[in-house]
């Protein structure tokens, strides 16, 4: 497992020809104010940017010629060059995208019946390790932004037609959300906010390798996000092997942490289990993480694994794979399978990233 640098912030933020999407509500009104404007103008501007897919300031047509050029002098509307875009049979679709610093990130659009869900990046690389995982296997380079987060909503949001919208948001990209929570708690606002992309908190989904102080701090702040623990083992010897970094937290943590998720959001946590072939997918298996979930408020979602190049592990067969959902609902445990979308787009997180670093092939669009 490699070691995060001492700071993995991004040194941009703070120079001049900002990403707009840093700014929050309060940050665009005084930018309004203090360019001599009404503060109606931040409430265009942020329509623009999360309602009216604009892609470029000069198409923020309600606003003042004079506005639109200084937003241009002093802001970027996009952090990154989208390198390549995939889209698979079933219509997923994948981006990614070049930051300007040169480091690539990646993110999915679903479409399902009523449904269009979204999976995001919130680091580049990441530094938990797990031994499945393509997102980990080059460590982490840094944190995203703010603006970074959202703009893989902004990029997502404008491939879709004038009919779809965004329904849902998972933070089940490259990374660790709670690693990088300073950075992404101000995106999921935006995300909510009615003036932004009005998405209630039950909509949003993030996934944690399970960092108990982490998830207590956003227990604290009391908004109803859905939680998801990737757990991938019944027990510490075995989580560890898979985790690298529960070495240094364990079960038992997590679990209480979830706990008191629960009871301060009230909102039901769901446990990921990737299921690999001979390794977690025994009956002993399903049985001791019934024993672990047993007369909690849980849920357990299985994820086929899908194959990573260099990653010797394997998905569980279907056989295995139904015997351990069985044993863990006759054991009354809530268990769900996650349905694999894009498969044919490489869309598991990191996949698409670590095929640019390992055999870059230029950058003209699949598709
Ligand atoms: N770091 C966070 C979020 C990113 S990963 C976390 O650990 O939850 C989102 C989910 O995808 C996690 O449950 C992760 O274990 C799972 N995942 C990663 N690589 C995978 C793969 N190759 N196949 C299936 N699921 C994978």
Redesign the pocket.
Known sequence: MSQPPETIDHPATRTAGRLITELSREETAAWCAAAGQPAYRADQIRQWLYRRRASSFDAMRDLPAKLRERLAGDFRLFASDVVRHQVAQDRTEKLLLRLSDGEDVECVLMREPGRVTLCISTQVG?A?G?V????GLLGVKRNLTTGEILEQVLRLDRLLADDERITNIV???????LANLQNLLPALETLRADDGFGLGARRITV???GLPAKMRELAARGTPYNL???L?APNDELRTQIVPVNAGIGIDSILAAADDYFERTGRRVTY?Y?LLQGVNDETSHALQLADLLWGRNAHVNV??????AA?ELH?SSNDRAGRFVGTLSSRGINVTVRKRKGADIDA????LRLHELTAPHGNAPSS
């Open positions: 990441c938990m797990c499945f995982c393509a997102s933070v089940m990209g490259m990374g660790e959300p996934s944690t390798v998801a623990v990737s991938h990921e990737v994820i086929p694994m899908n194959s990573v990653v998905g598991a997180c990191g996949q």
